[in-house]
């Protein structure tokens, strides 16, 4: 079945650091990607999605380009600030946008110190 | 932005009561979605609810839950009887085209 891999945290950076969170994914069909992120107290919210291979997508400084060859999705900010202390989840999705299940990664933990 | 609500936000019952998750979707959404999420585990998807009738479910999504919309109301997710395993967090989410909008969950402890 399908499966996302991400990097494990917690991940604790300093304000105007560069982020990286890598993520793999396996899957046998041609999925969406996204990255959503969680605040304390709430549920993911979309962060941003890309549903074809080798487009980029952005949101609030972030992106990640889906690679289709290396089966990545790293999500990279160059500049983290305090307001992005969160936890960020890599999920695959049905092929062209459908509404069929989320696929989770285990989510990364970032905290931003000032 | 839309809204999902989730009533109640904690649950605590005994083993083998019956309990109700309910979820409040956003207004024009269609399609309708459950996760469960076991405390330092990754969520994962229960089932997918679209026009009165489950889509798909997970191998999670035991013989003892069961969900339903009546009339446009609450999205529910009813487990009978529940077990020690089913405690989690558990999350509603609804979507009208690919965006999944969550509710803040509704944690479920089993003694």
């Known amino acids: 079945g399908d499966s996302v891999t991400q990097t494990k945290g917690p991940v604790t950076l300093s304000e105007g650091t560069s982020l990286t969170v890598n993520c793999s994914y396996e899957?046998?069909?041609?999925?969406?990607l996204f990255w959503y992120v969680q605040y304390p107290g709430e549920g993911p919210q979309l962060l941003f999605k890309?549903?074809?291979?080798?487009e980029k997508g952005s949101n609030r400084g972030f992106e990640a380009t889906y690679d289709k060859g290396t089966t990545s999705f790293h999500l990279q900010k160059a500049s983290v600030q305090e307001s992005d202390s969160a936890v960020y989840y890599c999920?695959?999705?049905?092929?062209?946008?459908?509404?069929?299940?989320?696929?989770f990664g285990k989510g990364t933990k970032l905290s931003v110190k000032s | 932005g839309p809204k999902v609500l989730q009533i109640p936000s904690h649950q605590i019952i005994d083993m083998g009561q019956m309990v109700t998750l309910n979820c409040d979707p956003v207004?024009?959404?269609?399609?309708f979605y459950w996760y469960k999420q076991i405390l330092g585990q990754q969520m994962e998807f229960l089932v997918n609810?679209?026009?009165?009738?489950?889509?798909?479910k997970s191998k999670l999504f035991k013989d003892q839950f069961s969900v339903e919309r009546p009339d446009g109301s609450y999205f529910t997710l009813k487990i009978q009887p529940t077990a020690l395993e089913d405690s989690a967090v558990y999350f509603c989410?609804?979507?009208?085209?690919?965006?999944?909008?969550f509710g803040p969950g509704t944690r479920l402890t089993v003694l």
């Open positions: 207004s024009n959404h269609l399609y």
């Open positions: 890309v549903p074809k291979a080798n």
């Open positions: 999920v695959l999705g049905g092929s062209g946008g459908s509404n069929a299940k989320l696929t």
């Open positions: 989410a609804s979507s009208f085209n690919y965006e999944q909008y």
């Open positions: 899957t046998k069909q041609y999925p969406t």
């Open positions: 609810f679209y026009n009165g009738k489950v889509m798909e």
